[in-house]
C-alpha cells in the first residue's frame, strides 16, 4: 500500500514506478510479483462506514508492507487519528506489517499551510521513538530506497508453501539469494593550491546471501553499455550462507542504473540476479 496525503502526487507515482521496476528485475528469480494499491486507483466505492474506515479494510489491511511519505502535509483528521495517513500506518504496525516511513528533507512550498506543517513536525517527532524513518529529497532519491526496501521485505517473508501430492503442503526455501544494501562515506583526500580541503567520495554495497546455502563460483559485473559504475570487487570461489561482503565501486559519467549483477553456480548451472544499488 502507497499511503500519503495529498501533497506528494509525485512521490507516489515514483514509489509505485519502483515497484514495477522491482518486479522486472526480481520477480522471476523470487517467484513473488508485488502488486502497487493507491486509494486513487484501486480502491472500490462503497456505502456503509467512514471512508478511512473502508480505506482501512480494503488497502491496509489486504496489503502485506506499507510504504508511508510526507512532504509539507500530515493529512486530514479522522474519527480514530490526527490524519488518515497517520492512521493507516498505525493500523498496520498493530497488524505487524512492514511499514516504511519517509519524510521528506527538501524544500517547504511558501503557500504549506503552518498548521499542517506544525502537526507534520510533531507527528515526525513522535515517530523517533517508533523506529527507524527515512527521508528523501526527491521523488528519485524516494524510489531508490523503497526499491531497496521492498528487497529487504522480501528476503524475510514467511517461506511459500508448495503443494505435495503425497502430503501437506511443505515450505519451500531458496538454497541462494541476495540483497545488497548501498553504502558511502566522505573522506578527506589532501588540500588544493589554495590550501582548501579536497574530499574523496568511497562507495560500496553491503551485499548478503540470504539463502541456506553457500554460493559458489559468485562473480559481480555492472549492467548495460551506459552503466555509470566501475567495480572493484570482481567476485568470490564461495559466498557462505548467511554472509554479508561489500562489493567496492566508483562511480563514473554514464546514463545507466547502478546496478550490481551477482551471478553464482549451481549443479552446473549459472544463475544471476540483478541488485539495484542507486
Known amino acids: 500500500m502507497i499511503a500519503s496525503p495529498f501533497d506528494v502526487g509525485a512521490e507516489r507515482d515514483a514509489v509505485e514506478e519502483a515497484i514495477h521496476e522491482?518486479?522486472?528485475?526480481n520477480a522471476g528469480n523470487r517467484k513473488v510479483v508485488l502488486l502497487p494499491w493507491r486509494w486513487e486507483k484501486n480502491s472500490v466505492p462503497q456505502l456503509g462506514g467512514h471512508p478511512q474506515a473502508l480505506i482501512n479494510a480494503q488497502g491496509v489491511d489486504q496489503s502485506d508492507v506499507v510504504v508511508a511519505m510526507f512532504a509539507g502535509r500530515l493529512g486530514k483528521a479522522t474519527p480514530e487519528a490526527i490524519s488518515g495517513t497517520a492512521e493507516e500506518v498505525a493500523r498496520a504496525q498493530e497488524a505487524g506489517k512492514p511499514v516504511h516511513l519517509f519524510f521528506s528533507n527538501g524544500s517547504i512550498p511558501a503557500r504549506t499551510d503552518p498548521e499542517q506543517l506544525a502537526a507534520l513536525n510533531e507527528f515526525k517527532a513522535q515517530m523517533e521513538t517508533a523506529g527507524l524513518y527515512g527521508e528523501f529529497s526527491d521523488p528519485a532519491d524516494l524510489a531508490s530506497q523503497v526499491r531497496r526496501a521492498l528487497d529487504y521485505d522480501v528476503a524475510h517473508l514467511p517461506a511459500a508453501e508448495e503443494e505435495?501430492?503425497?502430503?501437506?503442503?511443505?515450505?519451500v526455501s531458496k538454497p541462494v539469494d541476495f540483497?545488497?544494501?548501498?553504502?558511502?562515506?566522505?573522506?578527506?583526500?589532501?588540500?588544493?593550491?589554495r590550501g582548501k580541503p579536497k574530499w574523496k567520495t568511497n562507495h560500496w554495497a553491503d551485499v548478503t546471501n540470504v539463502g541456506t546455502e553457500d554460493a559458489q563460483n559468485v562473480r559481480f559485473q555492472t549492467v548495460g553499455e551506459e552503466s555509470p559504475m566501475m567495480l572493484i570487487d570482481r567476485?568470490?570461489?564461495?559466498?557462505?550462507?548467511?554472509?554479508?561482503?561489500?562489493?567496492?565501486?566508483?562511480?563514473?559519467?554514464?546514463?545507466?542504473?547502478?546496478?550490481?549483477?551477482?551471478?553464482?553456480?549451481?549443479?552446473?548451472?549459472?544463475y544471476f540476479k540483478d541488485l539495484f544499488v542507486g
Open 22 to 25: 522491482w518486479n522486472v528485475s
Open 164 to 171: 505435495d501430492e503425497s502430503g501437506p503442503a511443505v515450505p
Open 179 to 193: 540483497i545488497a544494501q548501498p553504502g558511502s562515506e566522505r573522506l578527506p583526500n589532501g588540500v588544493t593550491n
Open 235 to 270: 567476485g568470490t570461489s564461495v559466498f557462505p550462507a548467511g554472509q554479508t561482503r561489500p562489493v567496492r565501486f566508483v562511480l563514473m559519467m554514464g546514463q545507466g542504473e547502478q546496478i550490481i549483477r551477482v551471478t553464482w553456480t549451481r549443479d552446473g548451472v549459472d
